[in-house]
T-cell receptor
Framework: DAKTTQPTSMDCAEGRAANLPCNHSTISGNEYVYWYRQIHSQGPQYIIHGLKNNETNEMASLIITEDRKSSTLILPHATLRDTAVYYCIVRRENFGNEKLTFGTGTRLTIIP | KAGVTQTPRYLIKTRGQQVTLSCSPI?????VSWYQQTPGQGLQFLFE???????NKGNFPGRFSGRQFSNSRSEMNVSTLELGDSALYLC????????????FGPGTRLTVL
């Protein structure tokens, strides 16, 4: 699976949009970009995923560049409860390949 | 639907003991994966079970083992505990169709003294 690179930490003011970047320059054609987050002492929580088109759900938006070498997770109106470590991973959609490899992620702190 | 549940939530053991952790996946999910999370190593994949068979395995010693029952519930066992086994052990379930999501449980915090 391709590796990802994320900033170690970021701050964002409450109510503003939080934009979390991720580089995945070695991503291959059949790999998806997934985002998870982990609030302290809890299990990781799925946020969103995409292949090449931008995606939006009730939690966030995912913008993937045309060359698919990077992406940005957008939390449109950050709240204090969005403070967490955010993991960007790439994985194949192969049936049976359930192994996930998480990097160090980005520690996002929402500031009141 | 109820989420993934793990028991116990917290556990304290001493070196040399063994421990069994339990995971109940979301109803209808047939795949269960186990992960170890430590501050230094991050999240590391242990193994994955599907329909009572181990389908994928990470790079952990044989002291770490698991199994899955016919109702998809899974157990993970660690024998001869070492101090370095102190970690948050996470279980994730998925229905294992193409592109299916993994849903994580709250984890079991194991402390080895």
């Amino acid at each position: 699976d391709a590796k990802t690179t994320q900033p170690t930490s970021m701050d964002c003011a409450e109510g503003r949009a939080a934009n979390l970047p991720c580089n995945h320059s070695t991503i291959s054609g059949n790999e998806y970009v997934y985002w998870y987050r982990q609030i302290h002492s809890q299990g990781p929580q799925y946020i969103i995923h995409g292949l090449k088109n931008n995606e939006t759900n009730e939690m966030a938006s995912l913008i993937i560049t045309e060359d698919r070498k990077s992406s940005t997770l957008i939390l449109p109106h950050a709240t204090l409860r969005d403070t967490a470590v955010y993991y960007c991973i790439v994985r194949r959609e192969n049936f049976g390949n359930e192994k996930l490899t998480f990097g160090t992620g980005t520690r996002l702190t929402i500031i009141p | 639907k109820a989420g993934v549940t793990q028991t116990p939530r917290y556990l304290i053991k001493t070196r040399g003991q063994q421990v069994t952790l339990s995971c109940s996946p979301i109803s209808g999910h047939r795949s269960v994966s186990w992960y170890q999370q430590t501050p230094g190593q991050g999240l590391q994949f242990l193994f994955e079970y599907f329909s009572e068979t181990q389908r994928n395995k990470g790079n952990f010693p044989g002291r770490f083992s698991g199994r899955q029952f016919s109702n998809s519930r899974s157990e993970m066992n660690v024998s001869t505990l070492e101090l370095g086994d102190s970690a948050l052990y996470l279980c994730a379930s998925s229905s294992s169709g193409p592109g299916d999501e993994q849903f994580f449980g709250p984890g079991t915090r194991l402390t080895v003294l």
